[in-house]
Structure formats: structure tokens, C-alpha cells
């Protein structure tokens, strides 16, 4: 199998809270909890190796954070073996109006077309995720968009 680097997913959207908040979310056990998957062995920080869950699918994914700038970026890898890729979270303070999340999921394993097939999917996939994070983040609502999903 061979590593491309095109095609990426690619997901953004502004959540109207502060960045503090918006990137705790995100690294905090009980808070990316409510909107994504349903276990973690631990919070993300710098060097981090934790596990995360979805429990309705009897999957578990192992996560490595790489790169951690506390309220700004967040690089890991998930996964593992032909399903390994790359996850770059940015954060950007939008003063007045909230955080602008942005998600690339890079690095899939694969022919052309696996890896078309895999960044389509994880485009969707993240898309309900920070759409499921906003309405939790801005309005306290459990979509379970994600559970829902599968």
C-alpha cells in the first residue's frame, strides 16, 4: 500500500464560543464525549496516547497526539495499520464572533481510489462531528448525530 497525500477531507465551521472553550471540547474526556464517541482513556495533550470508542459499533481507535498548541492546533494520528491517517484540528479565535474549527484528515492509505473513498468519508464524517460540537457547544443539545449516523 502506498501513502498519498491528496485527496484530504476537510471540515470547518464557526462556533460561536470562546476558543478556550471550543478547544477544551475537543481534549476533554467528558466533553468530546457528548458529541462524538462515547469512551476515552484520557484527555488529549501533548505526547498523548489514549484510545476512543464507539461503543454502538464495537470499535475502538488508538489516537497518538504529535503536535499540541494549548488553544490553537492539535496534531495526531489515529488509527492504525492500512487505516492510520493524519488528523490537524486548527482553532482560530474570531474575536466578537466564536472559534473557527477547521479539521484535515490526511496521510490515507491505499490506491487512488481506497483513498478517494476514505477522505469522502471521513469528509462526512467530520462534518457531522463539528456540527454536532456547535450544537452542543452553542445551544447545550445531545444531536447524537454521529450514533444516529452509523
Given at each position: 500500500?502506498?501513502?498519498?497525500?491528496?485527496?484530504?477531507?476537510?471540515?470547518?465551521?464557526?462556533?460561536?464560543?470562546?476558543?478556550?472553550?471550543?478547544?477544551?471540547?475537543?481534549?476533554?474526556?467528558?466533553?468530546?464525549?457528548?458529541?462524538?464517541?462515547?469512551?476515552?482513556?484520557?484527555?488529549?495533550?501533548?505526547?498523548?496516547?489514549?484510545?476512543?470508542?464507539?461503543?454502538?459499533?464495537?470499535?475502538?481507535?488508538?489516537?497518538?497526539?504529535?503536535?499540541?498548541?494549548?488553544?490553537?492546533?492539535?496534531?495526531?494520528?489515529?488509527g492504525?495499520?492500512?487505516?492510520?491517517?493524519?488528523?490537524?484540528?486548527?482553532?482560530?479565535?474570531?474575536?466578537?464572533?466564536?472559534?473557527?474549527?477547521?479539521?484535515?484528515?490526511?496521510?490515507?492509505?491505499?490506491?487512488?481510489?481506497?483513498?478517494?473513498?476514505?477522505?469522502?468519508?471521513?469528509?462526512?464524517?467530520?462534518?457531522?462531528?463539528?456540527?454536532?460540537?456547535?450544537?452542543?457547544?452553542?445551544?447545550?443539545?445531545?444531536?447524537?448525530i454521529?450514533?444516529?449516523?452509523l
Amino acid at each position: 500500500m502506498d501513502m498519498i497525500d491528496t485527496p484530504v477531507a476537510k471540515a470547518e465551521i464557526l462556533i460561536r464560543k470562546p476558543i478556550d472553550q471550543v478547544f477544551k471540547a475537543f481534549t476533554d474526556p467528558d466533553q468530546i464525549t457528548q458529541f462524538w464517541f462515547d469512551k476515552s482513556t484520557g484527555p488529549l495533550v501533548d505526547g498523548a496516547a489514549v484510545e476512543w470508542t464507539w461503543s454502538e459499533l464495537d470499535m475502538t481507535i488508538p489516537v497518538t497526539v504529535k503536535k499540541f498548541v494549548n488553544n490553537e492546533k492539535i496534531i495526531m494520528n489515529w488509527g492504525a495499520d492500512e487505516h492510520l491517517s493524519e488528523l490537524v484540528w486548527t482553532f482560530t479565535d474570531r474575536a466578537g464572533e466564536g472559534t473557527y474549527v477547521s479539521l484535515v484528515n490526511l496521510g490515507f492509505f491505499g490506491t487512488n481510489e481506497e483513498t478517494i473513498v476514505k477522505a469522502l468519508d471521513s469528509t462526512g464524517g467530520f462534518n457531522l462531528v463539528i456540527a454536532a460540537a456547535k450544537a452542543y457547544l452553542e445551544h447545550g443539545i445531545r444531536l447524537n448525530i454521529v450514533a444516529d449516523k452509523l
